[in-house]
């Protein structure tokens, strides 16, 4: 069986078509192009209308271009408008995110397989390996928790994704050590809600209980701590990762979504700008090198100019390095969606552009004050091209396989040079 899987949204959804890719090729299944394959995985976001536009579309084109291909679907917009995605054409079988971890035996029984059976001609009694390359990956991004009891105004993620559920550390640790037995060098420890980690977990547990568990696995391998909420992010964790040498990436995504606390509030976040300002400021004077990013929301309703100019005031001085900027999004059933004073398109796609445009000059400044410095670094693609630990992507000369560490001094914003490793 060939089988290809096109993924919609964040690290989670990543993680779990990862893991997906995993089960199918360990049952003998072979990849190929999506208008090539027998079995086509759409994993699906549904934090914006945009993101359930372009899976529809993504649909729709994938059974024009291969009528023969059984597609499923599965992933937030899924589980929120199962109806509205059995209506697409070609799509055979609708998954929810409860069932998500079920779809390889979903997808052996569409084909009719039993567990005992094999896809294909796959290498060996299991089935050929997942490795660095497979689907252009070099890192592995690792889901250690879903679902999250947080209930920000403008999020429909808790409804589709339930309440946070967590993977027991002695889980996690031996899914770590597998990967890197596999031959990763470098895996990205994510969660719909990462901070909540081991709460529902019986002896309780927290996400700083796993990553110092995580920290004593032997091997050669990095981690990354994925997008974790600002009231989440410890001094305890910040002090984990400044002293973990190189297991742990100075690479840190804490979402702020506004700089204006009548607008997080509004949002029901629950803390300040100047909280976060302590944060972040907190992470570069332990790890000067440090990259931080985050998350805003552009015209989220009620945001009069005067909330808007905060951001303004804030960002371009701020200890940040980039910007994943969102144009606020009505998901029906939150509260967002009801309230009133909604700001109008023109103006939310004004000060979304806005906020980019200050989002790459961070960028432009964090990448110029590395200029000299000297990182270690991971090769990627070809070999040609690297990510450092803190997240700067350089081209390299060519002459390195993929998945080699290097040591890459920064010659400009785009651009690096291999030295020596020391």
Do not use: W
Not at 328 to 355: C, E, F, H, N
């Amino acid at each position: 069986m060939k089988y290809a899987i096109v993924t919609f949204g964040c690290r989670v959804n990543q993680a779990d078509s990862l893991s997906l890719e995993e089960d199918l090729r360990a049952r003998g299944a072979t990849e190929a192009p999506a208008h090539a394959a027998d079995v086509v995985v759409v994993n699906t976001c549904s934090v914006t209308a945009t993101a359930d536009q372009g899976a529809r579309q993504t649909i729709r084109r994938i059974s024009r271009d291969n009528p023969a291909a059984r597609i499923v679907v599965t992933g937030c917009y899924a589980t929120r408008r199962p109806d509205e995605i059995s209506a697409l054409p070609g799509v055979l079988r609708v998954v929810r995110n409860a069932d998500k971890e079920r779809l390889a035996p979903i997808v052996g029984e569409i084909f009719g397989l039993t567990t005992a059976d094999r896809f294909g001609d796959g290498d060996g009694a299991c089935g050929a390996p997942i490795e660095p390359g497979v689907a252009g990956r070099t890192a592995f991004t690792l889901r250690v928790q879903t679902g999250c009891e947080e209930r920000c105004s403008y999020c429909i993620i808790p409804t589709t994704r339930g309440g946070g559920r967590s993977v027991p550390i002695v889980n996690v640790v031996a899914g770590v050590e597998r990967v890197v037995a596999a031959g990763f060098k470098e895996i990205a420890i994510t969660g719909v809600h990462l901070g909540s980690y081991g709460r529902d977990l019986s002896p309780g547990a927290s996400l700083l209980d796993l990553l110092e568990a995580l920290d004593t696995v032997s091997g050669d391998v990095s981690l990354r701590i994925s997008s974790l909420e600002p009231m989440d992010c410890t001094e305890a964790i910040v002090d984990l990762v400044a002293g973990s040498g190189r297991r742990f990436a100075p690479h840190f995504h804490l979402p702020l979504q506004h700089a204006s606390d009548r607008m997080l509030q509004a949002m029901c976040r629950p803390y300040t700008l100047d909280d976060y300002r302590k944060l972040t400021e907190g992470i570069l004077r332990r790890m000067p090198h440090a990259s931080i990013g985050t998350d805003l929301i552009a015209g989220f309703p009620g945001e009069s100019d005067e909330d808007f100019e905060a951001n303004l005031r804030y960002l371009p001085r701020s200890a940040l390095s980039h910007l994943h900027v969102f144009p606020y999004s009505d998901r029906p059933g939150t509260v967002a969606s009801r309230m009133a004073r909604k700001v109008d398109g023109p103006i939310v796609r004004d000060r979304a552009a806005r906020l980019r445009a200050i989002g790459a000059g961070l960028s432009s400044h964090f990448r110029a004050s590395q200029i000299g410095t000297i990182r270690p670094a991971l090769t990627l693609d070809d070999g040609s091209v690297v990510v450092t630990d803190n997240f700067l992507k350089l081209r390299i000369a060519p002459g390195f396989a993929r998945n080699v560490r290097v040591q890459v001094r920064v010659d400009d914003e785009a651009s690096g040079t291999v030295t020596p490793q020391s």
